[in-house]
């Protein structure tokens, strides 16, 4: 069965502190990939997504993300985090092709001290 | 496009009651999904889909719990009876084939009391 596995379920970080938070995966067929934030109190938003090509992916908010094939990981980085990134952070993947299950990490809660 | 719809935004019920959550998709998309968000498990997929189909229901937790989709632009979601533990944010998501980007509603927080 699919799934996703997220390393780091609660991470502090000051403000400018760079980030990096772990995802890994496993599925043996091609897969697309997602990040999703869920700020406090509000619905699931899209940071970034991979369907194929370049495997570094840039996304909103000055995010980006990395997909290493043979590490079956898709980590989400950002050089330098705000205040305002306090939030959940969600790995997803679906497989490639295929609208269906989108299957989520457990999530990793990000708290910015200013 | 006001995006996926869900309502209520918030029900409060008493254990026994039935509940009845609501989506209204982005028109469109042919895929609707439920998923349910706790702090103990996280988001799960209950229940998904296809062209008002539904395609894979393994994660609905137990019988008290059904879904239907009667046309392209509704879906409900159902409990009866409700229990406590079945209190967590509900999400409704839709997206369209061939283009896999996912629109989450706002969801429902539902506690039982």
């Known amino acids: 069965a699919q799934s996703v596995s997220q390393h780091n379920h609660h991470v502090i970080l000051s403000e400018a502190a760079s980030l990096e938070l772990g995802c890994n995966y496993s599925y043996g067929g091609t897969v697309n990939l997602f990040w999703y934030v869920q700020y406090p109190g509000q619905h699931l938003q899209l940071l970034l997504k991979?369907?194929?090509?370049?495997?570094l992916v840039k996304g909103i908010k000055g995010f980006e993300a990395e997909f290493i094939k043979s590490k079956f990981s898709f980590n989400l980085r950002k050089p330098s985090v705000q205040w305002s990134d306090t939030a959940e952070y969600f790995c997803a993947v679906t497989p490639s092709g295929n609208t269906g299950k989108l299957i989520f990490g457990q999530g990793t809660t990000l708290q910015v001290k200013p | 496009d006001a995006g996926v719809i869900q309502s209520p935004r918030h029900e409060v019920t008493e254990m026994g009651q039935e509940v009845t959550l609501r989506c209204k998709p982005i028109s469109g998309h042919d895929y609707l999904f439920w998923y349910r968000q706790t702090m103990m498990r996280g988001l799960e997929l209950l229940i998904y889909?296809?062209?008002?189909?539904?395609?894979?229901d393994s994660g609905m937790p137990e019988d008290r719990f059904s879904a239907k989709m009667p046309n392209a632009s509704f879906s409900t979601l159902k409990i009866q009876p409700s229990e406590p533990r079945d209190s967590a944010v509900y999400f409704c998501a839709s997206s369209l084939q061939g283009a896999p980007r996912y629109t989450f509603g706002s969801g429902t927080r539902l506690t039982v009391v």
């Open positions: 889909f296809n062209n008002n189909v539904p395609i894979d």
């Open positions: 991979y369907f194929s090509g370049d495997p």
